[in-house]
């Protein structure tokens, strides 16, 4: 069993300045990107800023597990700690999935989601897009009639052992997307308008027209596995 870090020993003292900016580069890089906010923070690089410039403890992200502790601890200096009880258990990916003999079209899943994962309108069918989805379960608590679950994807596998840089990259990307999309003011994807943008600058119109074609045939694809997975329970 590994020795607890004693409680009394001060946490190394964070950077300043430009140091504590690439610091948090680094610690953003070595999150998993999730977005689920169980740290306590809105997202993975406000997790990353407070780590650099506050040192809080860097046991609270549990999507990076026992792993992703290790790999902070390296970057930080601060001493490997069990994950936090309080932020949540380590266990292994899972994936949403919507009911969609349940789901009202009421739109809030997709608001929630922070990937863009979920395709649909106002009172019409959701579904999600499996390759997007990173788990973050955001969207259960606004479902109001709950017919969304999860469904474990990875066996046994938990952490970084569940996940990967590419997927981590992946998802950082999408929530950049995101972001700057509900920043805009732009309304949430719908049938017409989803797929994967690899980056802010295809939220614009001229970018959205030019995927157009590509948009529709993934959700075109969505669609037909979702219909496919509904018609073999």
């Not at 001060?10 to 140091?19: D, I, W």
């Not at 601060?78 to 349940?102: C, F, K, M, Y």
């Not at 994967?196 to 669609?223: C, G, V, Y």
Request: with cysteine; aromatic share 4%; net charge negative.
């Amino acid at each position: 069993m590994n020795p607890q870090p004693d409680a009394r020993t001060p946490l190394p003292s964070p950077p300043a300045g430009p140091a504590a900016h690439a610091l948090a580069s680094r610690i953003d890089a070595a999150l998993p990107q999730t977005q689920c906010t169980r740290c306590g923070y809105p997202d993975c690089a406000a997790y990353a800023q407070a780590i650099a410039f506050e040192a809080v403890p860097i046991n609270q992200c549990p999507p990076g597990g026992a792993e992703g502790v290790a790999r902070l601890a390296a970057l930080t200096g601060q001493p490997v700690l069990p994950l936090s009880a309080d932020h949540g258990l380590e266990a292994p990916r899972t994936l949403a999935v919507i009911d969609e003999n349940w789901c009202i079209g009421c739109t809030l899943c997709i608001k929630a989601c922070p990937t863009d994962a979920i395709v649909g309108a106002n009172k019409r069918m959701h579904t999600v897009i499996e390759p997007h989805c990173t788990g973050c379960e955001l969207c259960l608590p606004v479902c109001p009639v709950d017919c969304i679950s999860l469904e474990t994807v990875t066996g046994r596998a938990t952490g970084w052992a569940a996940w990967s840089p590419q997927l981590a990259d992946q998802a950082r990307g999408r929530y950049a997307v995101h972001k700057a999309r509900v920043a805009a003011g732009t309304p949430e994807l719908d049938d017409e308008e989803a797929a994967a943008p690899a980056d802010a600058a295809a939220i614009t119109a001229s970018a959205a027209d030019a995927a157009a074609q590509a948009r529709k045939a993934a959700i075109a694809a969505a669609m037909a596995r979702a219909r496919e997975q509904r018609a073999q329970r």
